[in-house]
């Protein structure tokens, strides 16, 4: 890269920055501020980390590698990615984290802007987005979302703290329109993240999200469909990770429902493996990030977060994935990633065909043909339809669609959110 390409390329993502959005594709065949002068207090020393959970033998950790080049980084970056592995880079300093162990300096940095600040009566943070309720289930929202700024927010937490209470508080905030924190994004070292995501094929990073949330609270199994290097700035964060194509053995809800893209199983630590016995058969990636720690989550992963350390801060840099090239006709043979992509899909355009609001009792028949193997039966005709178009053979179709099916339909999906 030339130092005039590279200057362009970095004023194009902080342009990009500018703006957030996410496409998630619905078609079967559509792989598409300064540290000085802080006026605020510092706040209370808090007490000592929580422990990293004891996770199953089979499980491994994630690999981490050392810093040494950008060049030597993307020599590593760019099969892993190929492969979709996750990795965690330590001690590249695309942030100075140093600064930020003062949360007085993230207070002035918000000034007296309102954030997004999530509350719950317990430790976890289930996300939703009701308006995604195009099946119109019976929904309670079991967090709360309110705006609010830095300071109120780390207030409220404190006096939680000190209560003893089971509560917890999290932060999440796109930074986007964040225009009084340009000292600080010019901070960022932002040649690794951009020359990654150019030599791995992604879009350039084009937004950035801050988490900021009390010890103990936890992030819910769930997946995303952009690639993430996630950024751990301040505390201990620890976060375990599923492959995208262990999708069936982590019971996503229902693609029309509020909880989209979140497992119903939860916590990988307290499983209902009655419910979700298939569960047992996954395997997970884990580690503890600690602060400059990088990590690159794939597209799809599945993972689980948990805040060790009272006020844990991570920052997200989005970049979208590359579509798959379908120029020259269907592959012969999927990949597995390919594949899982079309169980979602194939529940996704179900759903458009039969009905949003009746995809479960459409789901529960269509398992009913299959067992019965009534072939007249127009939601089983559809769907093999659209199977043989990505040529899933006929003997394998009927595990297939039971596989979608079992354990996340005719289910109480209350009980799991």
Same mark, same amino acid.
């Given at each position: 890269?030339? &130092?005039?390409?590279?200057?362009?390329?970095? $004023?194009?993502?902080?342009?990009?920055? !500018?703006?957030?959005?996410?496409?998630?594709?619905?078609?079967?065949?559509?792989?598409?501020?300064?540290?000085?002068?802080?006026?605020?207090?510092?706040?209370?020393?808090?007490?000592?980390?929580?422990?990293? /959970?004891?996770?199953?033998?089979?499980?491994?950790?994630?690999?981490?590698?050392?810093?040494?080049?950008?060049?030597?980084?993307?020599?590593?970056? !760019? +099969?892993?990615?190929?492969?979709? %592995?996750?990795?965690?880079?330590?001690?590249?300093?695309? *942030?100075?984290?140093?600064?930020?162990? /003062?949360?007085?300096?993230?207070?002035?940095?918000?000034?007296?802007?309102?954030?997004?600040?999530?509350?719950?009566?317990?430790?976890?943070?289930?996300?939703?987005?009701?308006?995604?309720?195009?099946?119109?289930?019976?929904?309670?929202?079991?967090?709360?979302?309110?705006?609010?700024?830095?300071?109120?927010?780390?207030?409220?937490?404190?006096?939680?703290?000190?209560?003893?209470?089971?509560?917890?508080?999290?932060?999440?905030?796109?930074?986007?329109?964040? /225009?009084?924190?340009?000292?600080?994004?010019?901070?960022?070292?932002?040649?690794?993240?951009?020359? *990654?995501?150019?030599?791995?094929?992604?879009?350039?990073?084009?937004?950035?999200?801050?988490?900021?949330?009390?010890?103990?609270?936890? =992030?819910?199994?769930?997946?995303?469909?952009?690639?993430?290097? $996630?950024?751990?700035?301040?505390?201990?964060?620890? *976060?375990?990770?599923?492959? $995208?194509?262990?999708?069936?053995?982590?019971?996503?809800? +229902? =693609? =029309?429902?509020?909880?989209?893209?979140?497992? %119903?199983?939860?916590?990988?630590?307290?499983?209902?493996?009655?419910?979700?016995?298939?569960?047992?058969?996954?395997?997970?990636?884990?580690?503890?990030?600690?602060?400059?720690?990088?990590?690159?989550?794939?597209?799809?992963?599945?993972?689980?977060?948990?805040?060790?350390?009272?006020?844990?801060?991570?920052?997200?840099?989005?970049?979208?994935?590359?579509?798959?090239?379908?120029?020259?006709?269907? +592959?012969?043979?999927?990949?597995?990633?390919?594949?899982?992509?079309?169980? &979602?899909?194939?529940?996704?355009?179900?759903?458009? !065909?039969?009905?949003?609001?009746?995809?479960?009792?459409?789901?529960?028949?269509?398992?009913?043909?299959?067992?019965?193997?009534?072939? =007249?039966?127009?939601?089983?005709?559809?769907?093999?339809?659209?199977?043989?178009?990505?040529?899933?053979? %006929?003997?394998?179709?009927?595990?297939?669609?039971?596989? *979608?099916?079992?354990?996340?339909?005719?289910?109480?999906?209350?009980?799991?959110?």
């Amino acid at each position: 890269h030339s &130092r005039k390409s590279f200057l362009c390329a970095l $004023f194009m993502a902080l342009a990009a920055a !500018k703006a957030h959005g996410e496409a998630t594709s619905i078609a079967l065949l559509g792989f598409q501020g300064t540290s000085q002068g802080y006026s605020q207090p510092e706040l209370h020393k808090p007490l000592g980390p929580l422990p990293s /959970s004891l996770w199953p033998e089979a499980y491994r950790p994630i690999r981490r590698i050392r810093f040494t080049t950008v060049e030597e980084v993307l020599d590593v970056m !760019k +099969p892993q990615s190929e492969v979709g %592995m996750p990795l965690i880079i330590e001690g590249s300093d695309l *942030i100075e984290v140093e600064k930020w162990q /003062s949360l007085s300096y993230a207070s002035s940095l918000f000034e007296d802007k309102k954030v997004l600040v999530k509350k719950s009566s317990n430790s976890k943070f289930r996300y939703f987005d009701i308006k995604k309720n195009s099946g119109n289930f019976d929904f309670q929202k079991p967090v709360a979302e309110v705006q609010e700024t830095f300071s109120e927010f780390t207030r409220q937490a404190q006096e939680i703290d000190a209560k003893g209470s089971s509560a917890r508080m999290y932060m999440q905030e796109t930074l986007s329109g964040h /225009s009084q924190m340009a000292e600080e994004f010019a901070s960022w070292k932002w040649e690794l993240p951009i020359r *990654i995501s150019a030599a791995c094929g992604w879009g350039l990073p084009d937004s950035n999200e801050l988490f900021i949330g009390m010890k103990g609270a936890e =992030t819910p199994l769930h997946f995303d469909e952009r690639e993430n290097l $996630f950024f751990q700035v301040r505390g201990l964060k620890e *976060i375990v990770v599923y492959p $995208f194509v262990d999708y069936v053995r982590l019971y996503p809800f +229902p =693609t =029309t429902h509020p909880c989209d893209r979140q497992s %119903m199983v939860g916590s990988p630590v307290e499983v209902d493996l009655t419910a979700f016995p298939k569960f047992k058969d996954a395997v997970g990636h884990y580690a503890t990030l600690k602060a400059g720690d990088l990590l690159y989550l794939p597209y799809g992963w599945w993972h689980w977060l948990r805040n060790l350390d009272s006020f844990a801060i991570s920052v997200s840099f989005w970049s979208t994935t590359p579509s798959t090239d379908l120029s020259s006709g269907i +592959p012969d043979q999927f990949t597995d990633h390919m594949l899982t992509r079309v169980r &979602r899909n194939l529940e996704s355009l179900i759903a458009q !065909k039969f009905g949003q609001e009746k995809l479960n009792e459409t789901m529960l028949k269509l398992r009913q043909a299959v067992n019965s193997q009534d072939e =007249t039966n127009d939601i089983l005709s559809y769907a093999r339809g659209l199977l043989g178009a990505v040529k899933v053979p %006929m003997e394998k179709q009927d595990e297939f669609l039971l596989e *979608i099916v079992d354990g996340r339909f005719g289910v109480d999906w209350s009980r799991h959110v």
